[in-house]
C-alpha cells in the first residue's frame, strides 16, 4: 500500500537582504535541498514551495498570481517564510517584488496580506528576525523586522525567529520539520526573543572550545592566536547558538574555529549595538544597550 503525502504549501518572500539566507539554505546536506523540495521532509509530508525567486525558474506576473493564489486559495494551510527586513518607509517604494498591471507589489503590502492568513510565519535569518544590517542606522528606508512589523499592523499569527547572518542550513530546515512534526511550537519550545530553544538555548561562551583560555586569563591580541578572543571583540559571552557543536560547511568548521572571534549575528543586537566587531564591548556599552551578560 502506497503512503498519502500531504502537501504543506509554503512561500518564501525577500525584502530588504543579500540573499545570504537562500544561499545558506541551498547548501543544506541532510537533508540536501533536492530532498527538501522534492521528497517527503517526513514520512507522508511534504514541502510544497509554490514560490521563492531565487530558486523559481519562472518570472514576472504569472508567479506573483501563484504567490497571491496561495493566500486566498490555502489560507490558514501555508507556511510563509521571509528573508530579510521590511522597508516600511514612502508606503515600502524601497522594495517591491515585481508588477501587476504595470502597479509596483511592495514587500510591505505582500507582507501584509500573505502574513494574515498565515498558517505560521517563519522569518529566515537575522535581518528579518530582529532587523539586522538594512535596518542599521539612520535605517533610510525604515527597514523593521516582522515581528515590528506584526506588531505596528496588528498582525497575531505565528511567529518563529530563525536568526543568523546567515542562519545554518539545519535551523531552518530543523525548524520546518518540527512543525511538520509536531504542528506549532509551544511556548516553552521558544525563548524570549522567538527562537527555537533547539538549536539557540545554550550560550556560545560556555561551549567555547577557547574556553579555559579564558578561565585562565589568557587573551589573544590577534585573530588566529592561541587563546580567548573576547579582548579582541569575541561576542560568544552574549550569544546563544549551537555553533560550537554544530559546525558549519557540513560540519567542517565556525567562525572562532578558525580563529576569528564571534560576531553576535544571532542576537537583535547585531550589528549596530555589536560595533566595532574586532573591540571588546566596554561596561558603558553594555549598559547603554542593555546587553545581557553572564
Not at 516582522?146 to 498582525?155: A, P, T
Request: glycine share 10%; net charge negative.
Amino acid at each position: 500500500m502506497s503512503l498519502k503525502v500531504v502537501e504543506y504549501p509554503a512561500v518564501w518572500i525577500a525584502g530588504a537582504a543579500c540573499s545570504g539566507c537562500s544561499v545558506s539554505l541551498l547548501n543544506a546536506i541532510n537533508p540536501s535541498i533536492q530532498n527538501v523540495l522534492i521528497d517527503p521532509v517526513l514520512p507522508g509530508k511534504h514541502v510544497s514551495l509554490r514560490f521563492h525567486a531565487t530558486v523559481m525558474a519562472g518570472q514576472g506576473e504569472p508567479v506573483l498570481k501563484v504567490l497571491k493564489d496561495t493566500a486566498s486559495q490555502k489560507p490558514g494551510k501555508y507556511i510563509l517564510m521571509v528573508e530579510g527586513a521590511v522597508p516600511t518607509a514612502e508606503n515600502g517604494l524601497y522594495c517591491t517584488l515585481g508588477e501587476i498591471d504595470g502597479k509596483e507589489v511592495t514587500m510591505k503590502d505582500m507582507m501584509a496580506e500573505l502574513a494574515v492568513d498565515a498558517f505560521a510565519v517563519m522569518a529566515m535569518g537575522t535581518c528579518s528576525s530582529y532587523g539586522g544590517i538594512p535596518s542599521g542606522a539612520p535605517n533610510p528606508t525604515g527597514a523593521v523586522s516582522v515581528m515590528e512589523f506584526f506588531k505596528n499592523e496588528g498582525i497575531s499569527t505565528p511567529l518563529i525567529n530563525i536568526p543568523g547572518c546567515p542562519p545554518h542550513p539545519d535551523w531552518m530546515v530543523g525548524t520546518i520539520a518540527h512543525v511538520l512534526l509536531n504542528g506549532l511550537p509551544l511556548a516553552d519550545d521558544l525563548d524570549e526573543k522567538l527562537r527555537p530553544r533547539t538549536f539557540f538555548n545554550n550560550l556560545i561562551h560556555d561551549n567555547c572550545p577557547r574556553r579555559a583560555y579564558f578561565d585562565a586569563g589568557q587573551f589573544a591580541r590577534h585573530t588566529s592566536e592561541p587563546g580567548c578572543l573576547y579582548e579582541i571583540g569575541c561576542k560568544g559571552p552574549y550569544s546563544y547558538a549551537d555553533c560550537p557543536s554544530r559546525h558549519w560547511n557540513n560540519g567542517v568548521n565556525w567562525c572562532i574555529g578558525s580563529g576569528a572571534q564571534c560576531i553576535g549575528c544571532v542576537e537583535p543586537d547585531f550589528p549596530d549595538k555589536f560595533a566595532p566587531m574586532f573591540k571588546k564591548l566596554d561596561e558603558n556599552t553594555l549598559e547603554r544597550f542593555k546587553i545581557k551578560t553572564r
